[in-house]
Nanobody
Framework: QVQVVESGGGLVQPGGSLRLSCAAS????????MGWYRQAPEKERELVAS???????FYADSVKGRFTISRGAAKDTVALQMNSLKPEDTAVYYC?????????WGQGTQVTVSS
């Protein structure tokens, strides 16, 4: 059974940094795409960053130059380094993994940027 577990998040002042981590276990095959979405109150879920097994990387325009997605050394782990955080980055962040048999989500972690 596939499980996806997130960690990180919290409260940070504007201009600060946070690092989110995510790990998947139980997959019988290689992941196709992994990344992060976020959802702010009363807004639609937004793709923040992702990368594929073929090497393609995506960043939302709103986070380019500030966020970095990276693959961990351990199998099926991914991290999101968030620098120069802004109040508008406040949201619940969800990691996701897509395999040929479906997409699985982390439980979500709250990121709040406020002074």
């Amino acid at each position: 059974q596939v499980q996806v577990v997130e960690s990180g998040g919290g409260l940070v002042q504007p201009g600060g940094s946070l690092r989110l981590s995510c790990a998947a276990s139980g997959s019988p095959s290689s992941v196709n795409t992994m990344g992060w979405y976020r959802q702010a109150p009363e807004k639609e879920r937004e793709l923040v960053a992702s990368f594929t097994s073929t090497g393609s990387t995506f960043y939302a325009d709103s986070v380019k130059g500030r966020f970095t997605i990276s693959r961990g050394a351990a199998k099926d782990t991914v991290a999101l380094q968030m620098n120069s955080l802004k109040p508008e980055d406040t949201a619940v962040y969800y990691c996701f993994y897509t395999w040929t048999f479906g997409t699985y989500w982390g439980q979500g972690t709250q990121v709040t940027v406020s002074s």
